[in-house]
């Protein structure tokens, strides 16, 4: 299945970088003109990104994307404690967060992917 495309704000400014590219594959709890937020394909937890291609936007753009963040996080996890990890281990030269709840590291394998399904709305997970 191709990938939903849908309206970003300025082309991808790295055609090589996979966060640039801002796939549709996963769940994808929001968007904005400074980033989105989605299911990341790797931890099938809420990750946000920068749209821009760098890894430092300013402090009022990070509290933003944080914000959206936190709002998806909660909605995921409810009651569950989870935490921003700001570590950016696979990309490291393109700005994103990860919302983690515990164990996610253990459920990864076990978890079922979201599927892309429009942005917001409810998070449908991909048949096994
Ligand atoms: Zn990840
Ligand atoms: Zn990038």
Known sequence: MTPA????PF???EPDCELCAA???????????EGWVADCEVCS???????????????????????????AANQRFGATAWAVDREMRQVPDHFHAHARD??????????????????????IEAEP
């Open 45 to 71: 937890v809420p990750m946000a990104v920068w749209w821009r291609h760098g890894p430092e936007p300013s402090d009022e753009v990070i509290d933003r994307l944080l914000a959206l963040l936190t709002a």
């Open 102 to 123: 515990n164990g996610w590291w253990e459920k990864r394998w076990s978890r079922p992917m979201s599927r892309y399904t429009g942005v917001g709305g409810d998070r």
């Open 5 to 8: 495309v849908g309206p970003r």
């Open 11 to 13: 082309p991808p400014d």
């Open 23 to 33: 796939a549709r594959f996963t769940h994808w709890y929001a968007i904005s003109d």
